[in-house]
């Protein structure tokens, strides 16, 4: 049963109704002739009448486009769903309606440069770029590739391509040789922007060795144009000279004839975006989105979800490798300034972020779950050493924010805050639960469901439960799921990732529940949920447990197969020079047991000097269990930290004598 917990934080009344939440709100009942008093009566309305709903938000949106047409939705069904089918629009032109001296992007890498662009100069930008690759040939449809950091110039990239009706495809300069490969082979980029080089963690780390190796390795790659980062842009000259293909940033837009930046206005379901999944069991996934379903949801997520305005600084700690990355540059269409960082989030000290965010005015500080967690192991507190006037929201994401990331946020980083908890995934570019400003923050729970997703949780029969954990499905269809997977020609994978449970419904593949308060719990990935003596645990749960333990920085959990049953095993990283013994075992045991059952109890608490996670910052509970069990991990290129992998192979802890 959900935690009937007092609430963290609440907002007041005249607040409410400054929140562009409500001003939609008030709109809905005087367009449609409705009385909904308050978000759940919205959402319930917009799950009811998703083509009223939808239409309203394009409306409300000011959704540039040069036909909108007058059905929202031909075809309802999953998958398949025909939403907008008359319209003709272009993402980056809904990017680009604001053209003035407004800041639009400030960059700041990790050795302390700052670049800053007006709306104005990235309209300016993104024109000439536009024609440098119209000049290379790139037309509607093509594919274009970036392997860079988060910077100004990955911005103008995108928005250059996709002017052209072009598809974007990105991941970030730490992905090894492989990973590159394994997503950007089977898309065949025309073109490939890429970096000489990045700062991590106080060191410059050489990218030119991999970008000889992709080049030759990707045939389709005509032209590597070569952003300079970490060199000088006349170093960088020098350090391409024999690089197959290769060209400067500098030198292929000024090769390029002039010419006016125009906006290909391709149909809604026109691709825009190639992302993939993690890839941690196979090939990942080349997951494709749409121009419109994309724009309109990150539209409803920012401008009602996150009440985002011109008036404010938006940042998102991401790496282009991550969805957050496109779903930060959307903020675009509504006129914030957005925060670009690059490098480590620790360097040179913890508080770096929020020396940045005291600098900037950041007033929607987004970051993962990973890193307020590590945050509070380091004792940063940035309340008292900081003054963050502007901050006015903090989003979490990556992975279920523990009760006590909730209380930390509110005790040592800002009192008066809308704390927002989000979760959706690659899969959809967005979200299914998520922050809402005029709705209190309860620990441990993301505040509400999307507006327009008909979100459920299903029992194992597949019926709606409430207060009870289950299957975190969409009962109807939505603007933003995929256009289906790359070289998928039949849709057969596409079926089998989301639809193979319950036909025409999607399952994502989360278990969840949904609580009294319409609020949402996530506990775990279901393909991670532990299964001791048939009882279904989201590792979650165990997890917000393992966090109170004060010697403990860090955990992975996993279910070992035992006998005819499941066991549960807990690695744990510990804080330098301890060392994991009776007492401390016995600890970490007792904590456990006394907020959940005996059933989460570990049967194995095993030390380990560092635990694997995904690029992003996921720990991979499935790729350690395959471990466990003997059996090969099939892309360990996903992996940030895919040697870590070798320190849960052969255990005596785990053997199975």
């Known amino acids: 049963m959900s935690n009937p917990a007092q609430p963290l934080w609440q907002p007041t009344a005249a607040t409410i109704a400054t929140t562009q939440m409500d001003q ?200 590597l144009v070569v952003v300079p980062v970490a060199r000088s842009a006349q170093q960088t000259a020098e350090g391409i000279v024999g690089l197959d293909r290769a060209i400067t940033l500098d030198e292929f837009v000024a090769k390029a004839p002039a010419r006016p930046l125009t906006f290909e206005q391709t149909e809604f379901n026109h691709p825009l975006y190639i992302m993939y999944s993690s890839g941690t069991t196979g090939v990942p996934k080349c997951i494709v989105h749409g121009v419109g379903g994309t724009l309109l949801q990150h539209i409803k997520e920012h401008r009602l979800h996150t009440d985002i305005s011109r008036d404010d600084t938006l940042f998102y700690f991401t790496t282009c490798g991550w969805m957050m990355w496109n779903w930060l540059v959307s903020g675009l269409a509504c006129g914030a300034t957005l925060v670009l960082y690059d490098g480590s989030p620790f360097y040179p000290a913890a508080q770096c972020l929020w020396d940045m965010a005291d600098e900037e005015g ?26 963050l006037e502007r901050l006015r929201a903090v989003l979490s994401t990556g992975s279920p924010l523990a009760h006590e990331g909730f209380r930390y946020v509110y005790r040592d980083i800002k009192s008066d805050v ?57 009962a109807s269809s939505f603007p933003c799921m995929p256009i289906g997977f790359w070289n998928d020609a039949d849709g057969s994978k596409y079926h089998g990732a989301y639809f193979d449970s319950w036909p025409g419904v999607w399952a994502h593949g989360d278990y969840a529940e949904i609580t009294e308060h319409g609020g949402v719990i996530i506990y775990g990935r279901s393909d991670a949920v532990l299964n001791p003596g048939g009882v279904r645990i989201g590792t979650a749960e165990i997890y917000r447990q393992v966090e109170k333990v004060e010697e403990v920085l860090d955990s992975i959990c996993i279910g070992q197969d035992w006998g005819d049953d499941v066991r549960v095993v807990l690695f744990v990283v510990l804080r330098q020079g301890l060392t994991l013994d009776e007492e401390l075992t016995q600890k970490i045991r007792a904590t456990i047991r006394a907020n959940t059952t005996p059933r989460h109890v570990p049967a194995k608490v095993i030390q380990v000097a560092d635990i694997p996670r995904t690029i992003s910052g996921k720990v991979v509970e499935l790729a350690v269990r395959n471990v466990v069990h003997g059996k090969p991990v099939k892309n360990q290129e996903a992996l940030a930290n895919p040697q870590a992998l070798k320190l849960f192979e052969n255990l005596p802890e785990l053997a199975t004598e």
């Open 418 to 474: 809308c704390l927002s908890s989000i979760s959706g995934g690659t899969d959809i570019v967005s979200c299914f639960a998520l922050g809402n400003p005029t709705l209190p923050v309860y620990p441990g729970e993301l505040q509400c469901r999307g507006l327009g997703m008909a979100v459920q949780v299903w029992s194992d029969d597949g019926k709606p439960v409430l207060e009870e954990k289950g299957e975190l499905v969409c």
């Open 24 to 223: 939609f709100r008030r709109q809905v009942n005087e367009q449609y002739q409705q009385s909904l008093p308050d978000y759940h009566a919205l959402y319930q309305w917009s799950v009811e009448n998703r083509e009223q709903f939808w239409n309203q938000l394009w409306d409300f949106g000011q959704v540039v486009a040069s036909v909108r047409g007058s059905q929202v939705l031909g075809r309802d069904s999953m998958p398949g769903a025909e939403w907008f089918p008359e319209a003709r629009l272009n993402f980056a032109e809904n990017l680009l309606r604001f053209r003035d001296d407004k800041p639009a992007l400030i960059e700041r890498l990790e050795n302390g440069s700052r670049r800053e662009l007006s709306y104005g100069q990235l309209f300016e930008n993104v024109e000439r770029l536009a024609a440098a690759l119209a000049a290379a040939g790139v037309v509607r449809g093509d594919r274009v590739a970036g392997f860079m950091p988060n910077i100004i110039d990955t911005v103008v990239a995108m928005l250059a391509t996709t002017s052209l009706g072009a598809i974007w495809t990105s991941c970030s300069p730490d992905f090894g040789i492989n990973g590159v490969l394994d997503r950007f082979g089977q898309v065949e980029p025309k073109i490939l922007f890429a970096c000489e080089g990045y700062f991590y963690n106080g060191k410059v780390i050489d990218s030119l060795p991999r970008l000889q190796q992709i080049v030759e390795q990707i045939d389709s790659i005509q032209k």
């Open 362 to 387: 950041i007033s929607v500080f987004g970051t993962s779950a990973k890193y307020i967690a590590a945050l509070e192991k380091a004792d940063c507190k940035p309340r008292e050493s900081h003054k």
